[in-house]
């Protein structure tokens, strides 16, 4: 059993140097996949399940499918939520096992989201579990654009929520496909300079291999979230799966085929925040 919390893994980070992958979710296969892979790196995993992977599986099977798969291995790995939205879904997450309540309040005004965010701080607390919270606004590819996050509404934000991560705008966005965006470092220095708290980056997809593994060794950035490069190679994984032969249509002999490509993305995706 080694089911743990985000801040026992994000400690762990960042007293070693290194980062831990948030790797989305989407159904069985690819959140088996990301277990294996961090039992053969050797390494903690955050298996988050996001709005649309809860649209698609209800969240109380989803917390017993993290949990199964957290006796499975030897390495730590937190069951997650990522962007709840209320009060009721950070509940249901927590009611349903999860380690780690995400509350993304990054669209209200400051004041209001420090205030709900302390909310679901401190029943995640209460519970023994741990809570993440955004300041700024990390923008989508092709959508909302970002708002980075100010130093000072971060130390605000860090001192009031009481959250155990924050996640920080700095020039992130989700869903980038090429590793196009660069991160503000001094933007990330400057917040550094002002709170002492593991920072989490979204978008993780989006951020150049090399400066992912140097903030992942030499900066309080403590959590990179990963899902669209593994969405696509799953993608990849499936379609040449299935152009492979015809003839298959049974479900699990597809996926079958597909787990060890998978399994390989998410090796090399943890390998790049892993420590030296
Ligand atoms: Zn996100």
Known sequence: MTLATLKDVLDQALTRHFAVGGLVCLGWEDMRAYALAAEAEGLPVILQAGPSCRKHTPLPVLGKMFRTLAESVSVPVVAHLDHGYTLEECREALDSGFTSLMFDGSRLPLAENIAQTAQIAEMAHRAGISCEGEIGFVGY?????SEGTE???AA???RDSGVDAMA???GNVHLQQNHEGGLDEARIRAIEAVTDIPLVIHGGSGVPLAQRRALARGSRICKFNIGTELRMAFGTALRAAL???PERF???QILSAVEP????AARAALRTLGPE
């Open 156 to 158: 605000a934000f860090a």
């Open 250 to 252: 049974d479900r699990v």
């Open 243 to 245: 152009a492979q032969d």
């Open 151 to 153: 130093p000072e509404d």
């Open 261 to 264: 490509q998978l399994v390989t």
């Open 168 to 170: 920080i705008s700095v």
């Open 141 to 145: 590819s092709d959508g909302e654009t």
